[in-house]
């Protein structure tokens, strides 16, 4: 059994009821580039950030309820710097109930965390620059509704019909019979790759005529498919 644990790449501890190593394999030791023998007896919590402490004593605090089994995902101070790493703890509990260990088994999700952390950071460049954008975009699904909108498509709508657009309006309540059967030939073109480019004179609702240049464009999902 200690060959078996001592052969995993997960971080495997085990801390008493109050909180001080009883157990360190490998890994861990590794990861902490600390020996044995300086961590059995000292508390659990030495790497993990002074602000996520209290927090953490308040999760570990579900172990005495069942399924006694709790997960967590937590900083820690390793050499490499500050690490995020996943926890599943359990507690080992005696014939009375009460806990007499606790286990915990983690590895390292950094890179994971990092990804989303760059993913969130594109989602709000992107989410910026078409806020802000002098041009109007609209995000219709395949009925013309509108899924969003920024801005300046907002006023657009305004100008043109004297209405406010919300999200989940069709389109096609703003325009006229005549032009609806070509939003829908666009948009299902769109939806089947194509890139559709057209110029259409707009009447507002105040009588100006204006000219706008339209161009209706597939998005797609993470498999490359319109959407």
């Known amino acids: 059994y200690r060959g078996l644990v001592e052969s995993q790449h997960d971080l495997i501890i085990r801390v008493d009821p109050h909180g001080h190593f009883t157990f360190v394999n490998d890994a861990y ?4 580039a600390k020996r044995r023998e300086e961590l059995l007896g000292t508390p659990s919590l030495t790497f993990v950030a002074a602000e996520e402490r209290a927090a953490t004593r308040a999760v570990l605090k579900g172990l005495t309820l ?7 995902e937590r900083q820690a101070l390793t050499p490499e710097g500050w690490r995020w790493l996943a926890w599943e703890v359990y507690a080992i509990r005696d014939d009375a109930g009460q806990i007499r260990e606790i286990q915990a088994v983690g590895h390292d999700i950094t890179a994971g965390k990092q990804t989303q952390e760059a993913l969130r950071d594109a989602v709000a460049n992107m989410r910026a620059i078409f806020e802000n954008s002098v041009q109007a975009f609209f995000l219709l699904d395949g009925q013309c509704h509108v899924l969003a909108f920024n801005k300046t498509a907002g006023e657009y709508v ?15 309540d703003f325009i006229s019979v005549r032009t609806q059967g070509d939003l829908l030939r666009h948009v299902t073109q ?13 009447i507002t609702a105040h009588g100006e005529q204006l ?11 993470e498999y490359g498919q319109a959407t």
């Open 29 to 32: 030791c590794k990861k902490f």
């Open 66 to 72: 069942p399924p006694y089994r709790v997960e967590m």
């Open 158 to 172: 305004e100008h043109i019909f004297a209405r406010k657009l919300s999200v989940g309006d069709s389109l096609l």
């Open 190 to 202: 769109a939806l089947q790759g194509e890139h559709i480019r057209t110029e259409r004179r707009v």
């Open 211 to 221: 000219w706008f240049e339209f161009q209706h464009t597939p998005v797609g999902n």
